[in-house]
C-alpha cells in the first residue's frame, strides 16, 4: 500500500464552552482546543456523496489520515476511519441511522476512540499540542499521576496516561497523541440502589484528597471532568462511538454488563487544563483564574484577584455533587455534609482531608438496610414510565446482588476503619 504523504495545512483551533448546571456562575474564559487541518483529498476511492450525508467531516478526514500509522503502532480506529470507507447502509435498503459507522465524534474533533489490538482495551486518542496553554499544564499533572508507582495507589483517581507518541510526518500539525483508556459517563447505568452513589461521592473524594495531597489543584471539576472506568462492568467492551456522542446512542441490551456490585467500579478525574502544580506544600501559591465550569465566589467577585486554587477546588465538588444529588430524594441526606464546601468566605471551606473525614462519619450512621434503598427520582423530574419500571427491575437485580455479592467494597471499609 503506497504511503499517503501529509498535507500542507495549518493548525487551527476551536473554543467548546464550559459546561453549566445550577446557578449559572459567571462565565469564565473558554478553552480552546488544537485540530489538525483539513486534509486536501478525499478518502481514496469514494466518491463524494457515498456517505453522504453521514460522511466524514473536516477533523474526521484527519483522524482517516493518519489511520495507517496508528495501525503500525498497534491501534486500531473504527472501519469508519479506515482509508476508503464506504458507509456499510451504501448500496442496500439499511437506513444510515441504524449503522454504527454512520456515527461519527464530536465536532472540535480532538478525542477519537480507537482499540488497542495487543488486548483489544478501549483506548481514547487525544491531540495535544504545548501551544495551547492548557495541554500544556495538563501533560505534566497527567504524567505525574501516570507513573507506576502512583498509578497503583488506590487513592488515585486521575485518569492514566497510557502512552504518548508522535507522528513523524504530521509533525507540523500536531505533536503528540495522548493514549488514556476510554472511560465512561459516571451516571451511564443509572445508580439504582444507593451503596452506588456513596462509592461513588467516596471515590471523588479520595481523589481529591490525593490530588491535593501532592499539590496539585485540579482547577476545574465539574461533571463532565468525571468519568468511570466501565472495563469491568463491559467485560467485551461497549460501544465506544456512542459514548462520544450521546445523541446517536443506541441500545446496549446485546452487551454483556455486569454490575456496580458485582464488580468494583472505579471513578476518575479527567481534564486537567486548568490544573496547578506545586513543587512543595509550602510553595504554593494564589494563582490568576483561567478557566472553569464553576467559578468560586471570590473570582466572581473580583475576576482579577489571584486565589486559592485548593479552595476553589472544594467549592466546585461540593456544588458538583449538590446539583447531582438534589434530584434524588433518597441520596439529599448526603447533601447538608457538604453544606460548607460553598462558603463564600474560602477559609472557612473544608479542606479535602477534613470533608472526606466528615463524609465518612455519616456513612458510619447510615443502616445498611438504607444502602440498600432505591434510588428514585424527585417528583418534579420527567422520567418515562417504561424507564421507571425499567429501573424497577434493575433494583431488584441490585438488590439481589447486595445480599449475594456484598455492597461496594470501598464504602465497607471505610466505615470499618472509622470505627
Known sequence: MSETR????????VDTPATQS????????????????????????????????????????????IYWPLDARGYQLRPRYRPGWVGSWVGTKRRPESCEDSIGISPHGVVIDAVRKLDNAQVLFKLWSSQNPRDAMELPVLRYFSDPTRAKDPGNHCVPVLDTFSIEEYAGYFELLLVE?????????????????LSFVLQLLEGLEYMHAHNVAHGDIH?????????????????????????????????????????????????FGSSVMFPSFEARSLVNFTAAAWIPPEVQ?????????????????????????????????????????????????PTASELKQQYIALL????????????????????????????WFQ????????????????????????A
Open 364 to 391: 458510619r450512621k447510615i443502616p445498611v438496610s438504607e444502602m440498600r434503598g432505591k434510588v428514585g427520582w424527585a417528583s418534579d423530574i420527567h422520567v418515562g414510565i417504561r424507564e421507571r419500571i425499567s429501573h
Open 181 to 197: 483508556p476510554l472511560l465512561r459517563d459516571w451516571k451511564e447505568p443509572p445508580f439504582l440502589i444507593v451503596a452506588e452513589a
Open 223 to 271: 461533571s463532565g471532568n468525571i468519568l468511570m472506568d466501565a472495563s469491568k462492568l463491559f467485560p467485551q467492551g461497549f460501544h465506544g462511538a456512542f459514548n462520544l456522542v450521546p445523541a446517536r446512542r443506541r441500545s446496549e441490551k446485546g452487551l454483556k454488563r455486569l454490575t456496580r456490585l458485582q464488580v468494583p467500579t472505579k471513578y476518575q478525574y479527567v481534564d
Open 22 to 65: 445550577i446557578p449559572t456562575p459567571v462565565s469564565g474564559l473558554e478553552s480552546s482546543a488544537p485540530l489538525i487541518a483539513p486534509p486536501a483529498a478525499l478518502a481514496q476511492g469514494v466518491e463524494p456523496d457515498a456517505n453522504s450525508p453521514y460522511g466524514l467531516t473536516t477533523p474526521e478526514q484527519n483522524w482517516s489520515n
Open 301 to 349: 467577585e473580583n475576576p482579577e484577584t489571584p486565589y486559592d486554587p485548593f479552595k476553589a477546588d472544594i467549592y466546585a465538588l461540593g456544588l458538583t455533587l449538590m446539583d447531582e444529588l438534589r434530584d434524588r430524594p433518597q441520596l439529599r441526606f448526603i447533601i447538608p455534609t457538604f453544606d460548607k464546601t460553598l462558603s463564600h468566605t474560602p477559609d472557612e471551606r
Open 395 to 418: 433494583y431488584l437485580k441490585l438488590w439481589r446482588h447486595s445480599y449475594k455479592y456484598g455492597l461496594p467494597q470501598d464504602v465497607m471499609a471505610a466505615r470499618a476503619a472509622s
Open 6 to 13: 501529509p498535507q500542507a495545512l495549518t493548525t487551527i483551533y
